[in-house]
């Protein structure tokens, strides 16, 4: 079973990204370096709620 989830950037905190994942499989929170419009920046994603 797969889930919807939502990226936020850590650095100005706007919710850039969307993506899915087994919560089966992966139990902890998805974190990935991923660009921002915002910072003009790659910087570190992490899940949200």
Do not use: P
């Given at each position: 079973m797969r889930e919807k989830i939502t990226l936020e950037c850590t650095a100005c905190k706007n919710k850039n990204y969307t993506a899915t994942r087994n919560k089966k499989?992966?139990?902890?929170?998805?974190?990935?370096?991923?660009?921002?419009?915002?910072?003009?920046?790659?910087?570190?994603?992490?899940?949200?709620?």
């Open positions: 499989t992966k139990q902890e929170k998805l974190e990935l370096k991923k660009f921002c419009r915002f910072c003009h920046t790659h910087t570190l994603h992490k899940e949200i709620k």
